[in-house]
């Protein structure tokens, strides 16, 4: 179902954002994620929510909480377990000179685009903008971030390998790029399942400048469907990122670390049941891109190399337990969501 209707804008022929969520099975976060949009100090946005085939009445029930606000449109497709053909089918049509990303079950501040839009106006010739992030635990909901985020005000021109190369720091639903860019180096790779979004920002790092507002911006709900994905699906789509780089003849300095990534994640995922070739993986991966991080992983996987399987299963476990609770008691100090206004809401 896609809702064609037209964005009236006084001489313009489209928004100035274009918002572009992937849906599945996301009836449960329609109210959060609806309020986060409507409480953006800038309304001259429109949205596309592209369901990927939901069973719980997902678009139902966006459809009664959108009413006839005509900046949405909505649209329901076959299902393909994957985000980025509806990323990449929404971008096709997305009429905006920027467009910004939100995962289903994150949040923004309200004053995200309105200052992503400024950090552009600062910035020319940046491609990009990310921001920083918090984390809530969904048993935490329902919740409103407050009217204004702290933390760290100031924009800067991020570096590509703080950003992408030292680890993948820029979160999907803090990105806002424009729209020109992101057609130029031919958007989302919808064969690279689980790192689409990784290698689009890598792609767009060789374009132009990347920009980062330090403020967290955006909330990301942690719950069991959406904690990261396990480490052998990681590792086998940071190996396939790496073989794409590869034919991509991306440069030097960014193929070796994202082949190194693709070595460090390998051995995380088969350090329980094979703890001696974990360990060599380390050791390539440190070869390839020597940092800290990865000394320091190489080191306990040494360590622990003689405990039994059980004993470091037992470990392992402990140490997602730790950090599942680091990430969501950074967000424990949001305040519960104020009861929605009963007065209709503005028209566009």
Known sequence: MLDSRPIVRSGRSGPTVSIITSTFEARAFVEHYVAALEAQTIDDWECWLVDDGSED??????????????????VARPHSGRPAPNRAYALERARGRYVAFCDQDDFWFPHKLERQLRAFELH????????????????????????????????????????????????????MARRDSLRAVDGFAEDLAGVDDYHLWLKLARYGDLVWIRAPLVVCTLHGRN?????????????????????????????????????????????????????????????????????????????????????RRDLWRRLQDRRSRGLTGRATSLPPRAPRPTASRSSV
């Not at 009445?57 to 909505?74: K, N, Q, V, Y």
């Not at 991020?158 to 990105?175: F, G, H, I, K, Q």
């Not at 034919?247 to 390998?266: D, F, I, N, V, Y």
Request: proline share 7%; with cysteine; net charge positive.
């Open 57 to 74: 009445g997902t678009l139902d029930a966006f459809a009664e909480r959108i009413g006839d606000d005509p900046r949405f449109h909505l």
């Open 124 to 175: 020319p010739d940046a491609v990009l903008c990310h921001t920083s992030r918090r984390f809530v635990d969904a048993e935490n909901l329902p919740y409103t971030p407050p009217a204004d985020a702290p933390g760290d005000e100031r924009i800067v021109t991020d570096t590509t390998e703080r950003a992408l190369l030292e680890r993948c720091a820029v979160t999907c639903s803090s990105v």
């Open 227 to 311: 904690m990261s994905a396990s480490p052998k699906t990681l590792a086998s789509g940071l190996l396939r990122l790496a073989d794409r780089l590869e034919h991509e003849q991306a440069p030097r300095r960014m193929r070796r670390a994202l082949r190194a990534h693709a070595l460090k994640a390998s051995a995380v995922a088969g350090w329980i049941e094979r703890p001696l070739r974990a360990v060599a993986l380390l050791a390539r991966s440190w070869r390839l891109w020597p940092r800290r991080r990865t000394l320091a992983v190489l080191t306990a996987a040494l360590l622990t190399s003689p405990l039994t399987r059980r004993r």
